[in-house]
């Protein structure tokens, strides 16, 4: 097959389809996209919440809850443990497919009936101000984790204990403000470091101690700026930092985001024991093309944050499936197209439903089979509808869920991580949902205001509410957090944890690459950092290893 030159239908960019995407897509049996990759990527985000933390009721059994889910939803909320129950029939809702009219409008009636739960997640211990959790105990105000303990303010981590401020973290324990590290302890205000200890602003190191203000370093202790100093120096020399001072901090990070621009080698891309592929940060990955953040998978295309996928294209936030593709939010199955938040086998338009085979366009189902919009069919039944309904549908049948079935505001989805500059002109016509509630607040103290010093900061700044100067979210600083910053000697955050974390996110989220020259051996190459952020020192993956290892 040859690839195909289109136009994209929302962006206008021209965009290409190129062979190996059109195989897949007739092996999956998907017709080809009339949008470009990052078009496609915009409509799946309408599916994931990313949210502010609020309080509400059920709707099933009137208990306070606490929930990312928009203030006045379009559908009923149930707590988690009630929707996952007996309690309540998702079928009770069936309705009877109208030819007459579009089919879409039909499905978005339905999902406006069926109750949601009001987070994601399960088998959590004092996890409430939380989503998306698994398996994890006394965590606070994070999302987006597993296996964690007393994670506060993390996203994306596993197994993290003790911690705060930590954007996509394995196995970390007793640090702050990390992003992308793994395999450390006490490591703290660095970025893309692995097997570190007691160290702090650390880019790229590999097996380092008591490090300062290092990059590129391997299997190194007591160094400064890549200098290597004796102990009793590298402990005078740490003492007159005083990362106690919020102006200090302010100094020492912008030091670190010079040395990324000006000294620090930046590979092409931070893939591992990958083969045939093009992305970032894929591991175990092979023949994975277009994919990024992605683990344990092969013959996968134009997919954003999944793993233990095969056969699959044009997914985001998807695991554990195969020969599927136009999903968002899939967390397993066979054959799964056009569907969100939902697992099962052979089945298309599906939203929130478990394990279900069989079935067209159904919403919260659980172990169902032969079900269109939540109604029961014989098999006979079931194919001759489905049949009826997709020729009814005409060129709608094959396109992805619309911006109106999305069930958070827009600027309030994780596409604020991916997509930040995406406009309320552009979602509202494509009849997506943007907030327009003022979520900032003038009631507390701007938190500039702060003593520099932590060491002048009273303990009961925690019931003081703060007021962060980017968002204009109010916020506290609560009281292991205080105690926390007070046993490392770290000033405290002035801005909002949301604010924090979101930006962190965001140097993460680059899924476009850009040209460049490699520093030391001129080929050109594709690397993920976009032009503004000016790296100077790009590196390709043989260089890369010849030089830093
Ligand atoms: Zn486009
Ligand atoms: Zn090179």
Redesign the pocket.
């Known amino acids: 097959m040859e690839q195909e030159t289109k136009i994209c239908a929302d962006c206008k960019e021209e965009f290409i389809i190129d062979s190996g995407d059109l195989v897949l897509y007739e092996k999956v049996g998907l017709q080809v996209p009339e949008q470009c990759f990052f078009c496609r990527m915009k409509q799946y985000f309408a599916f994931w919440v990313f949210g502010k933390f609020r309080k509400g009721v059920s709707d099933l059994s009137g208990e306070n809850l606490i929930t990312v889910l928009p203030n006045n939803p379009r559908y009923p909320v149930y707590k988690s443990n009630e929707w996952w129950s007996d309690a309540w029939d998702p079928m009770a809702y069936g309705q009877d497919y109208d030819p007459s009219r579009p089919f879409f409008e039909q499905l978005k009636e339905l999902q406006e009936k069926v109750p949601r739960p009001h987070q994601t997640g399960e088998n959590n211990t004092n996890c409430d101000w939380c989503d998306d959790a698994w398996d994890s105990k006394n965590c606070y105000l994070s999302r987006s984790f597993a296996k964690c303990e007393n994670l506060n303010y993390g996203y994306r981590v596993i197994e993290g204990k003790d911690s705060f401020d930590i954007v996509y973290g394995f196995n970390l324990q007793n640090s702050y403000d990390c992003l992308a590290c793994h395999n450390s302890f006490n490591l703290n205000f660095s970025e893309n470091c692995k097997d570190c200890i007691d160290s702090f602003f650390l880019f790229d190191c590999r097996n380092c101690q008591d490090c300062f203000m290092c990059w590129n370093l391997r299997n190194k202790q007591y160094c400064i700026r890549n200098e290597q100093y004796t102990k009793e120096n590298y402990e005078n020399e740490l003492r007159k930092i005083k990362f106690d001072s919020y102006k200090n901090l302010s100094i020492v990070k912008s030091e670190l985001e010079n040395i990324l621009k000006e000294k620090a080698v930046h590979r092409e891309n931070f893939n591992l024991k990958t083969s045939s592929s093009v992305g970032n940060y894929l591991t175990n990955c092979d023949k994975c093309v277009n994919v990024f953040t992605w683990e344990n998978s092969q013959n996968c295309r134009n997919s954003v944050r999944g793993l233990n996928t095969k056969d699959c294209i044009d997914q985001l936030g998807t695991w554990n499936n195969e020969l599927s593709g136009d999903n968002s939010g899939v967390y397993g199955g066979y054959g799964i197209k056009h569907s969100s938040w939902s697992n099962g086998r052979y089945s298309e338009y599906l939203d929130i439903c478990d394990e279900v085979e069989y079935c067209f366009g159904c919403v919260g189902l659980k172990k169902k089979k032969y079900c269109i919009l939540n109604k029961q069919y014989s098999k006979e039944e079931y194919e001759n509808l489905k049949n009826q309904i997709i020729s009814g549908m005409g060129k709608e049948y094959g396109k992805f869920m619309p911006f109106s079935m999305g069930f958070c505001d827009y600027n309030l989805s994780t596409a604020q991580v991916y997509f930040p500059k995406t406009t309320k002109e552009e979602i509202l016509k494509h009849g997506g949902y943007w907030s327009e509630e003022d979520l900032s607040s003038k009631d507390g103290v701007p938190s500039l205001q702060l003593p520099d010093s932590i060491s002048e900061t009273d303990p009961n700044i925690s019931s003081q509410a703060l007021i962060c100067p980017e968002s204009h979210y109010r916020f506290n600083i609560s009281t292991a957090e205080y105690d926390f910053h007070k046993r490392k000697n770290f000033a405290l955050p002035r801005f909002h944890f949301d604010q924090r974390m979101l930006n962190k996110s965001r140097k993460l989220a680059i899924i476009k690459a850009y040209p460049y020259k490699?520093f030391?051996?001129q080929?050109d190459t594709m690397a993920y950092y976009p032009p503004e952020w000016g790296y100077k020192k790009i590196?390709?993956e043989?260089?890369y290893k010849q030089n830093i290892a």
């Open positions: 490699c030391y051996c080929k590196a390709c043989e260089c």
